[in-house]
């Protein structure tokens, strides 16, 4: 249960704008990204005494030991394309109904990233919405919430759509465990009807089922151990979930440990295409110490994977291939037992000695090979003492990629000593040399050599841990990327070497090609985003949800000082001019604007014209300025014919007013 003792100010992974420079792009972008990510992870990674009670009374804190109290969201949001800058912007849709409200950063440098932090968007009222991030570039988008009260986080991606999801696990006061599960309606033009069938272990027909409606856009959240159709289900059940729905949905679940203080951990919901007969999961941990480099931490980290059969016609047989990383099992290679998981059904395989293959002391990687049936699997990992915990979804061969981007690592950063580690797993069918290029907080590359290059055999990892690479002082933070010619997955963990943090993984990002990008790969969703809000855990049946705002959690920035954020003021409505500038004038905007175009949008552009496509440029780049060749100085829509929209047809600088 949590404690009320006071915490120093928190402040949020995903706060600070990122600041880019010229030259050195990627890797000055990068850098940027990661200081953005960083400078507010010193609390909040710190869930004991770097981080601050709510200043209201929590909400289920009787119960949601993690969850409990003001949950708070910040998003980074990374332009993946190699050569091209990205505008996004997110639509965010209020759980409980509402029109939704709309957020944009424009001029996303390559590579770099735009800063969502809810607390700070003052257009936004307080509760729980449902997200949809878009852009004209490749994006991922990583989450982090954390419930202040209570020191719970968890660290996340955005959730692929589908319209036959599964979730995996689902628990019902199980180990003192109970799953808070969002349902989003990515169609923003119709209803989508959701069938939800909660199946417990040991059984493929449900044991509960209930269909709810989801507005356009917005989400529904099902607290499990309080949803009225799941009351016949009983307190010590563990399975799956399987949504089936009308339009693609998005699915996002938490699991809080009742048990502990600060344990929480979010997985996404699985697409039952997305399915496969090979898993791949970087890191699983058998009474591994939380430091690896100290074999005698008196705390220790535990994996499981939960897996599910999707095929509802035939058992399927499921084994794990482990390759050892490091520490007791380092070199050495393992096999599970054989087990089948019924038609429709889950099983949950332990690393963990005596029911698992692994010794104990032992990281490795592990390969999910399922015959006669394809499946979906996550993998949980938790830390004891202390009842710490993370988890992410397990990658299919075709999530791969040569390049992926690993936003952010730090190295014994703040009083709770928050390292993350790398760990990077070899999907391809040969032997690759991985190259990890490590940024510093201030954009120049961690000169560390040997100690960032690794040979990786097929099937198996290799484990980076900053405190034993001498090239990355303690207290540092920053950005990495990995490369190598096969393909590569990466899952990073944020771990406490005093357990003052909640343990936090997500999923690397595979890097985008030069140009590459569009609309459709550039959606994105996120079931569940609060702002100082808790969701109800009674939906009703039209599936709305009541958000129970509390007070605002201030924040603080790597130091523990209380920073301010900036907030630009507000330019006096410009005035329409039909004339152009002269060579050098200031902007100027076209009549063909009032009325069409929201006036903070202009108000925006005008006040940072350097930000807006075109400023400054000759009509024709390749001559010399000149009567016949202006600047562009006129601030006007892309396509004058078609309506505004911040993405698909935003404003522009053209060298003449209509």
């Not at 944009?104 to 990233?113: F, L």
């Not at 699915?251 to 496969?276: I, K, L």
């Not at 087990?339 to 690393?351: F, K, L, P, Y």
């Not at 841990?465 to 963990?493: E, K």
Request: glycine share 10%; proline share 10%.
């Amino acid at each position: 249960m949590f404690r009320s003792h006071r915490r120093r100010p928190a402040d949020h992974p995903f706060l600070h704008a990122a600041a880019h420079r010229r030259g050195r792009l990627v890797l000055r972008r990068l850098a940027a990204l990661a200081i953005a990510a960083a400078a507010a992870l010193a609390a909040l990674a710190a869930g004991g005494p770097n981080d601050r009670i709510a200043t209201t009374s929590p909400v289920h804190a009787a119960r949601l030991a993690g969850i409990s109290g003001a949950g708070v969201v910040g998003c980074q949001v990374v332009n993946l394309d190699r050569a091209q800058p990205a505008t996004v912007v997110v639509d965010l849709y209020k759980q409980g109904g509402g029109a939704p409200v709309s957020i944009s950063r424009p001029n996303v440098p390559a590579g770099a990233a735009a800063n969502f932090y809810l607390p700070n968007e003052s257009v936004l009222a307080n509760g729980a919405f449902a997200g949809i991030f878009s852009s004209d570039r490749e994006i991922r988008v990583i989450c982090r919430t954390d419930w202040n009260v209570s020191g719970g986080a968890a660290l996340y991606e955005d959730s692929p759509p589908g319209t036959d999801i599964v979730v995996a696990p689902a628990v019902k006061a199980f180990g003192g465990q109970t799953s808070i599960v969002s349902v989003q309606n990515t169609d923003t033009g119709q209803q989508a009807s959701v069938a939800v069938d909660f199946v417990a272990r040991g059984s493929a027909a449900p044991a509960a089922s209930t269909t709810i409606a989801i507005a356009p856009g917005t989400s529904a959240t099902l607290d499990l151990g309080r949803f009225p159709q799941f009351a016949t289900v009983p307190g010590g059940t563990i399975g799956h979930l399987r949504i089936r729905s009308s339009v693609p949905v998005a699915v996002q679940a938490f699991v809080d440990d009742e048990t502990s203080q600060r344990g929480v951990y979010g997985f996404q919901g699985v697409p039952v295409d997305q399915a496969a007969e090979r898993l791949f999961a970087p890191v699983v941990h058998a009474a591994a110490p939380v430091d690896p480099g100290d074999p005698t931490a008196l705390i220790v980290q535990s994996s499981r994977i939960d897996v599910v059969n999707v095929d509802g016609a035939s058992p399927a047989s499921v084994a794990l291939a482990y390759t050892g990383v490091a520490g007791a099992c380092a070199g050495q290679t393992y096999r599970s037992p054989s087990i089948t998981v019924d038609a429709g059904g889950s099983a949950t395989i332990d690393q963990t000695p005596p029911a698992g293959p692994l010794p104990a002391g032992c990281t490795a990687a592990a390969v999910v090979e399922a015959t006669g049936g394809k499946v979906v699997a996550t993998v949980l990992q938790t830390a004891r003492p202390g009842g710490l915990a993370a988890g992410y979804n397990a990658m299919r061969a075709e999530d791969g990629a040569t390049s992926v981007l690993l936003p952010l690592w730090r190295n014994q950063h703040t009083a709770a000593r928050v390292s993350t580690a790398f760990h990077v797993m070899n999907l391809g069918t040969a032997p690759t040399e991985a190259t990890l290029t490590v940024l510093l907080q201030d954009g120049s590359t961690a000169a560390c050599g040997a100690a960032c290059t690794a040979t990786i055999p097929p099937g198996g990892a290799h484990q980076w841990w900053p405190p034993v690479i001498a090239a990355l002082p303690a207290g540092r933070y920053g950005a990495a990327f990995v490369t190598a010619d096969q393909p590569l997955a990466a899952v990073v963990t944020d771990t406490s070497a005093v357990g003052a943090a909640d343990l936090a993984s997500h999923v690397g990002a595979a890097r985008g090609t030069s140009g590459s990008g569009g609309l459709r790969s550039g959606r994105r969703y996120l079931p569940l985003l609060l702002k100082s809000g808790m969701q109800s855990s009674t939906p009703t049946a039209a599936a709305t949800t009541t958000a129970m705002p509390t007070g605002v959690v201030p924040t603080a920035g790597p130091t523990g000082t209380p920073t301010p954020r900036p907030r630009p003021t507000t330019p006096p409505s410009p005035t329409p001019s039909p004339t152009v500038a002269a060579a050098g004038g200031g902007p100027q905007v076209g009549r063909d604007l009032q009325g069409r175009v929201p006036p903070a949008a202009i108000n925006q552009a005008m006040a940072d014209p350097s930000r807006v496509a075109g400023w400054g440029m000759p009509m024709n780049p390749n001559r010399p300025v000149g009567p016949d060749n202006p600047l562009r100085t006129c601030l006007a829509l892309r396509n004058p014919n078609q309506p505004y929209h911040p993405i698909f047809n935003g404003l522009v600088f053209k060298a003449s007013c209509p």
